[in-house]
């Protein structure tokens, strides 16, 4: 191989390395794709906080989140508990209506970035665990900015993969006892 060439070839690697938007088609894609959420940011939980369970600890540091990752036919999740009816342990109202919600309804909020601004609001998801599958109605975000604070019932802000069910998912999957909580399962838009 010949000098000049040898030479290309180092400049065109160190383009692709340097401008990596320079690689098309599904290389590109995957590449994209493989990206990981990583923190935007950081909270500190006030000095003094409430007690309870889920409450946010005095001085705590909690990692925040702008994004979710990427959503497919079976975006990988961890499923928690969430009480929608006034009073409840989800806080406010449900961000896409203002409304509360019975746990009868089969209902979720999702992270910040798959909740896209409301973009998925009123629409259903189906969720796969246990062999099982369930038809959700997005109802509310799962606030991975923001808490600690009255609006957010006190609570850190949500991981960045958090899908936040109400009681009837959890039944409809069939997951009962200790295995409630936090429960991996997988997603996508219906």
Avoid at 21 to 35: P, T, V
Wanted: charge should be negative.
């Amino acid at each position: 191989m010949s000098t000049t060439s040898l030479l290309v070839l180092a400049v065109a690697g160190l383009l692709l390395v340097t401008f990596p938007s320079l690689c098309s088609g599904r290389a590109a894609h995957d590449h994209h794709q493989g990206e990981k959420c990583k923190p935007s940011g950081t909270l500190e939980s006030p000095a003094r906080g409430h007690t309870c369970d889920e409450c946010c600890k005095p001085g705590h540091i909690y990692p925040t989140y702008q994004c979710s990752p990427p959503v497919s036919s079976h975006t990988k999740a961890i499923m928690t508990l969430n009480d929608f009816s006034e009073g409840g342990d989800g806080g406010d109202p449900s961000e896409c209506d203002g409304k509360y919600h019975h746990n009868s309804e089969r209902i979720v909020a999702l992270s910040t970035g798959w909740y896209a601004k409301g973009k998925r609001c009123g629409k259903n998801i189906r969720i796969h665990a246990k062999g099982r599958s369930v038809l959700a109605k997005v109802v509310d975000e799962c606030d991975t900015l923001h808490g600690c604070d009255k609006p957010h019932a006190f609570q850190p802000p949500c991981p960045h993969n958090d899908v936040d069910a109400s009681q009837a998912v959890w039944d409809a999957l069939g997951i009962t006892g200790d295995d409630v909580g936090d429960f991996p399962i997988t997603w996508s838009d219906a």
